[in-house]
């Protein structure tokens, strides 16, 4: 099992499909980008990833607990997780200083 775990991941806002049944996994230690154009909702994948967003269906495991579940009744918690973020917005580096 990877450290973290995306399953069926899925966001809805009313008629916005923001995140359409994505899933993937990372190994601990490694790093993975999310490259896409503007809107294609990689900003709400690391906000339900970072427990800010509440998924509307789908799982997120974090170190082999699950963080969240829709199909296990919303084990949701987002304590302990060791999740941050940084917006890119606030920060002073350009794209190809942070590669
Ligand atoms: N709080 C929100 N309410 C409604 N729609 C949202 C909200 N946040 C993002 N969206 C919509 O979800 C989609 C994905 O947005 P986002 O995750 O910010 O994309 P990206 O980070 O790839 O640019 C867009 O259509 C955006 O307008
Ligand atoms: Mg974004």
């Known amino acids: 099992m990877s450290f973290v775990e995306i399953k069926n991941l899925t966001k809805r806002w009313g008629d916005v499909t923001a995140v359409d ?9 490694s790093f993975l980008t999310l490259l896409g154009p503007s809107g294609c909702g990689k ?3 690391l906000r339900m990833i970072a427990g800010l967003e509440i998924p509307t269906a789908g799982e997120i495991s974090i170190g ?3 963080v969240f579940s829709s199909e296990k009744r919303n084990l ?4 302990g997780k ?3 973020a940084c917006i890119s917005e606030l920060c002073p580096l350009a794209a190809y200083d942070c590669i």
């Open 21 to 29: 049944n994505v899933s993937f996994s990372i190994d601990e230690g």
């Open 43 to 45: 900003t709400t994948i």
């Open 64 to 66: 082999g607990r699950i």
């Open 76 to 79: 949701y918690s987002c304590k």
């Open 82 to 84: 060791g999740t941050g």
